[in-house]
């Protein structure tokens, strides 16, 4: 089984800061991770992936995230915060050992982000 | 590419009448989902699909739900007959290898 879990409802961090929303994971063998942004009335829009690799993966948006294998996280991180940040942001993961046809992610049930001019 | 393709955007209808959603995937693209979006509940996958065949529909609430895809190109979910509780964002996604990509959704209202 895997799982993911967002601890955080609701980040609020003020423009030009640095901000951080957490995730960590639960696979029974490697992961695929991934973060993805909701925008009002918007679906879903995928900003980066950790496959393999580098452990500092880079997205779209200025975004980035830190893979760490030891504290099962993926926590996604941005320098300096824009008002324009705001929204709804998932973490997902999938089992990359997961049998042939089993493709789907697990969603974290997400944590909004204010940024606070 | 024009990306994930959901029709209509919008939908209200009253309960006890038949729902239809409708998908078109990004081109080329083997996997198909269907989530289904509540402040209550959050993302639920309801089911998906691999090469128009369904792999998983653990996810469908009840019988009242149907899903389908008969070619590459187009999917359905239908919820028959429809109730107050089913009123939420149904987004469809597809994919090729990791990542998906989701519809804009459409926004379902049972009165």
């Known amino acids: 089984a895997q799982s993911v879990a967002q601890p955080e409802d609701q980040v609020n961090v003020a423009e030009g800061n640095p901000l951080t929303v957490k995730c960590t994971y639960s696979?029974?063998?490697?992961?695929?991770l991934f973060w993805y942004v909701q925008y009002p009335n918007r679906g879903l829009q995928f900003l980066l992936k950790?496959?393999?690799?580098?452990?500092l993966v880079k997205g779209s948006y200025g975004f980035e995230a830190e893979f760490n294998k030891s504290q099962t996280s993926f926590h996604l991180k941005k320098p300096s915060a824009l008002v324009s940040d705001s929204a709804l942001y998932f973490c997902?993961?999938?089992?990359?050992?997961?049998?042939?046809?089993?493709?789907?992610?697990?969603f974290g049930k997400g944590t909004k982000l204010s940024v606070i001019p | 590419d024009a990306g994930v393709i959901q029709s209509p955007r919008h939908e209200v209808t009253e309960m006890g009448q038949e729902v239809t959603l409708r998908c078109k995937p990004i081109?080329?693209?083997?996997?198909l989902f269907w989530y289904r979006q509540t402040m209550m509940r959050g993302l639920e996958l309801l089911i998906y699909?691999?090469?128009?065949?369904?792999?998983?529909d653990s996810g469908m609430p009840e019988d009242r739900f149907s899903a389908k895809m008969p070619n590459a190109s187009f999917s359905t979910l239908k919820i028959q007959p429809s109730e107050p509780r089913d009123s939420a964002v149904y987004f469809c996604?597809?994919?090729?290898?990791?990542?998906?990509?989701f519809g804009p959704g459409t926004r379902l209202t049972v009165t």
């Open positions: 081109s080329g693209h083997d996997y």
């Open positions: 699909f691999n090469n128009n065949v369904p792999i998983d």
């Open positions: 996604a597809s994919s090729l290898e990791g990542e998906q990509y």
């Open positions: 696979v029974s063998g490697n992961p695929y």
């Open positions: 950790y496959i393999t690799g580098d452990n």
């Open positions: 997902a993961v999938r089992d990359r050992n997961s049998g042939a046809g089993s493709y789907q992610l697990t």
